[in-house]
């Protein structure tokens, strides 16, 4: 892929771990970002706890008088093809960051693009999720939910993470004592998967990309009823 | 829309109500299949309760001694471009007629397309749900991730559901003493979502087809380690 | 514990294998049961397969023509004080014989005890999950919760489980290649929780023993508003 | 109920409104709170937001230099008899103030108490949900879920909740134009649940008391393998 407009992705990473360096998701989501990046995707990163979100069902903070890079980050979000959201899991949840972030985007769902679609229309997303006990598809189903409720184009297997068997033990990138590789580098299933929702959500985006994203009318705020719509059905007949 | 060849969708109704007739479920699946067939959607019709459907991580029931029914409705699946599948809420949760059609869906998980990738590619899927208390999205949640899992691309807003006041009620095809039409029918939030969800469907199935679904190779179980893949990017950098 | 009158627990097995003799979820539960006889608690075996338990919500499917051993084994359940109910995961997801048995306690929500409450009050409850791959926390999520909804007390870390690390791969009773026990069980994660969860079961159920249960009032349907309750309680000032 | 020493209770609004005064939630949690004081439960309310409570698996945040009021709050649920948490639906899901607080105190879950349980051992809990739209039992699932798991007993009906009909419309303290109290006052099955919610936390704090707490030994890290336990049990015949 070699395009004059190429497209363009962006991962943020929703740890709780206060050192991007420290976290085990970021190590996942760097693979994922490889292999965009070695397809020609543009890849931006963002650590969110390096930045001041606003908690709150708000388009931009500041009015309220908090301290808030959200819009910043929003900006490049709207700027992109691609989201990927990263999360660790604890205690089988996705984390509070993550729940923030999306809480964020939620708060911008009043707002329409161009077509009167939600704001996020036209792009397509998927996550990573790592931790070492349980959980992943949980915190997948949530973030994907979510992100699809808000406008995003959901590809198949559009999530891959890891754990380690049940219980406590090591994480994605900690090495066993006694050497040899991190214990989660080496699990072909986590590769497989990463690859799997690297590929289908750069296809996606393409896909979208060509066709100008979804035809609005039957999915716009102003435009369902004019066009055949579920409450002009007959709900006792068939 | 008019064309030769024209999308075929299939609504599977995972209510618990023994008769058809009486499903709350049906009548809003019924107002998805009006406006599906209003744009020239062909619209097939499963009441999975009418149907002898094993318990099982099974593709045939009949070869452990089982009577089934459901690979003769899977094919009808696979001959579908959009599956959208109906569920009843219960104490919060998908019903278990959903659960099971979603593990017989799942067993046929070893089997790929002529590409090799997991058998439900290229097509597309979204759910209704319907309850007189609580629980649409967690449902819609459950539903939504395992049908991306095992292939389907979900588009935006790709569910719809009503569910009445905080506590038990009327449902939706239930009228009210005093007269007036069925409490649910009126509700434009549920019709709105209900008619977005049949739009995007039908846009994301033509995308789907206009493209050949999505390339293969780095979404398959022989091909990803062929081209840019998860395993051969560092994780350590970024 | 030597009583007179034994504590009664009840272990349903809601695994999909058709065989109880393959079920990796049963292994586990026979580790729990093997707790609460050696504490001289009585213990009584459901596998649910082996069983025509009718889909519905329905107190008996005999009404409607459907055939059902459903009543014989709520029977069996409101006789015992602790009730364990086991899953299999299957893509993330409990299973839909877990799903049908939940429903049926469900459908005798509308019965009460002699006291007004809830029918299953003075029991209670904590779940087995097995899987290959992920899901125990969300597994016994949904259960624990509809357990609690219905009646019983959940005493702290009322779930065990095993899983893999991520991916398919051996269940909790399957052995390697080369020898060697099953590869579940000596992971002391799972079986310190199941000690747990078996242990407080019993302490729990002899707790409610003792106090004969939550007292009633403020508990039941015509009872609460004959207490302190929230209704006369002012919203708006604290 | 007039005790020497009364029972406590704290109630944590986890609410992503900067305003107290505009929490819907907390006006619910106040009935709550008027039911437990009515009967003589000493009540400490906490709006979580009003803290400076650090994110991160961390037991004080002031460690790695960050402002962080949590040890204080800890303090007091240590303290109390009874935790109820409080949180606002986004999108179907728990705040992500709920979510900072379940992992805060998560972060604790290396400590234990002097018997050598799980330091949150000994206590009961509960949950508060408004929204207006969907999703009270999703997000009770998740709290009662992660409060049983770090310790505490969750007695049955330990959630209620307010949400309006399907779709966005007013909130649980909300008037309608034209006049008339706020729209989720009236709601007896609110008023319900709350009312047995807060009877059972009572009780089972009472009933925990009385008994000192659950007794130790098989519910321990030190003491499981010394008492008949898991391990010991044979998995294969039963």
């Known amino acids: 892929m070699a395009e004059s407009d190429p497209l363009r992705a962006i991962l943020i990473n929703c740890s709780i771990t206060p050192r991007k ?139 891959c993470g890891w754990i380690g068997e049940a219980g406590p033990g090591p994480s994605y990138g900690d090495r066993l004592p006694g050497g040899g590789p991190p214990v989660g580098y080496d699990n072909d299933f986590t590769n497989r998967n990463a690859t799997y929702m690297a590929w289908n959500l750069m296809h996606t985006a393409r896909m979208l990309r060509a066709a100008g994203g979804l035809p609005a009318v039957g999915n716009t705020t102003e435009g369902w009823e004019h066009v055949s719509n579920a409450k002009d059905q007959n709900p006792e007949y068939r």
Do not use: F
Not at 34 to 51: F, K, S
Not at 54 to 80: C, K
Not at 85 to 95: E, F, H, R, V, Y
């Open 21 to 159: 360096a420290d976290s085990h998701t970021q190590r996942l989501l760097n693979r994922v970002a490889g292999v965009l990046e070695a397809e020609g995707v543009d890849v931006t990163h963002v650590y969110a706890l390096e930045h001041a979100i606003a908690t709150g069902m708000l388009e931009d903070g500041a009015v309220v008088g908090l301290e808030d890079e959200w819009p910043g980050i929003e900006e490049r979000v709207l700027a992109s093809d691609i989201l990927v959201l990263g999360t660790p899991i604890w205690l089988g949840q996705k984390s509070s960051v993550a729940t923030r972030v999306i809480e964020r985007m939620y708060a911008s769902s009043g707002r329409r693009n161009d077509r009167g679609q939600w704001l996020y229309y036209g792009r397509t997303a998927g996550c990573v999720v790592t931790g070492n006990e349980d959980g992943v598809k949980h915190c997948a189903m949530d973030l994907l939910y979510a992100l699809q409720h808000i406008g995003y184009m959901i590809p198949p297997q559009a999530d």
